[in-house]
């Protein structure tokens, strides 16, 4: 089932989609914006095997939805970016969400923040989630900025240590923890 607004949709994301959402994470112009040396030593470009690792084939059908999910985002009928989310848990009412654009050219246009909005939406709505967890590096300000456009609020930051304790899995050495909340009547 797509989803969509009046700017953007959100494609559930095939098998066949997994190769370019990889390439446009390890080979855009935007890479080197979110990871890999000099500027994220900590957290480098993954190889295609650490890849289907982190985001397994369940992402790409439906056998993901209601634990994680990548999907396209798309505008004006063209791929620009992919958005998903990870370890949503009813439990501790809470769902991390990832996303990154497939080049420059489609940053700056608001795709990135209409598709977070888009998405919280839609897992509010299908699995009664309330709080939506987002943790880009304190060095990304543009990717913070964007959040916060999003309704993303920042917590705190938080190290490797504390994000692998937290939530499993960690990224970056300056983590900012950002939180969006939705109403339980929405």
Request: hydrophobic share 35%.
């Given at each position: ?25 390890t ?18 470009i ?5 890849f289907?690792?982190?985001y ?30 990870d ?45 939506f ?24 930051t ?29």
């Amino acid at each position: 089932m797509n989803i969509q607004n009046q700017n953007i949709e959100l494609k559930p994301a095939s098998v066949a989609d997994r190769e370019k959402i990889f390439t446009w994470l390890t080979q855009s112009d935007l890479t080197a914006s979110m990871l890999g040396p000099p500027t994220y030593p900590e957290h480098p470009i993954p190889t295609w095997q650490a890849f289907c690792d982190e985001y397994p084939l369940s992402f790409f059908n439906a056998s993901g939805d209601g634990t994680g999910r990548c999907f396209i985002v798309c505008a004006d009928d063209e791929d620009v970016g992919t958005v998903g989310y990870d370890l949503l848990n009813k439990e501790k009412d809470r769902v991390v969400l990832d996303i990154w654009m497939k080049s420059e050219n489609y940053c700056g246009h608001g795709y990135g923040s209409d598709a977070l909005k888009l998405l919280c939406t839609h897992i509010h709505r299908e699995y009664h989630i309330t709080n939506f967890i987002i943790s880009p590096s304190a060095r990304n300000q543009r990717a913070i900025a964007a959040y916060k456009k999003a309704g993303f609020e920042c917590v705190k930051t938080i190290n490797k240590n504390e994000q692998e304790r937290e939530f499993g899995m960690s990224e970056y050495d300056d983590n900012v923890l950002m939180l969006k909340r939705l109403s339980s009547r929405m």
